[in-house]
Nanobody, 131 residues
Framework: QVQLAESGGGLVQPGGSLRLSCAAS????????IGWFRQAPGKEREGVAC????????YITDSGRGRFNVSRDNAENMVYLQMNNLKPEDTALYYC????????????????????????WGRGTQVTVSS
């Protein structure tokens, strides 16, 4: 069982920035991948980003490309989602999810955008972008 905990959400004005954190523990394999998803009321859960320790690949989906970045710390025990130039349409509950172990090139494939492919989920952290 993998334990995930998101943090860093909050209320920001349009154009502002937030950095979300995902603390992951309990992995029994050498490698893991973390995906970021978001879900707004009345909307489908949407893939935002993915990063894998196996091949070091990271991916940002269309909604955040050019504004969002995903990264790891030096110890690779925490994953971050840096969100810049936030817009009201970014308002959602943001989740991190784990795939362990990930296959090669997991984050670069369409499969990483499917919530059902992940093994564990955090509880989510709310991001609200509003004046």
């Amino acid at each position: 069982q993998v334990q995930l905990a998101e943090s860093g959400g909050g209320l920001v004005q349009p154009g502002g920035s937030l950095r979300l954190s995902c603390a992951a523990s309990g992995f029994t394999s050498e490698h893991y991948a973390i995906g970021w998803f978001r879900q707004a009321p009345g909307k489908e859960r949407e893939g935002v980003a993915c990063i894998s320790s196996r091949d070091r690949h990271r991916y940002i989906t269309d909604s955040g490309r050019g504004r969002f970045n995903v990264s790891r710390d030096n110890a690779e025990n925490m994953v971050y989602l840096q969100m810049n130039n936030l817009k009201p349409e970014d308002t959602a509950l943001y989740y991190c999810a784990a795939k362990s172990p990930p296959p090669h090139y997991f984050c670069s494939g369409f499969i990483a955008r499917l919530p059902g492919e992940y093994d564990s989920w955090g509880r989510g952290t709310q991001v609200t972008v509003s004046s």
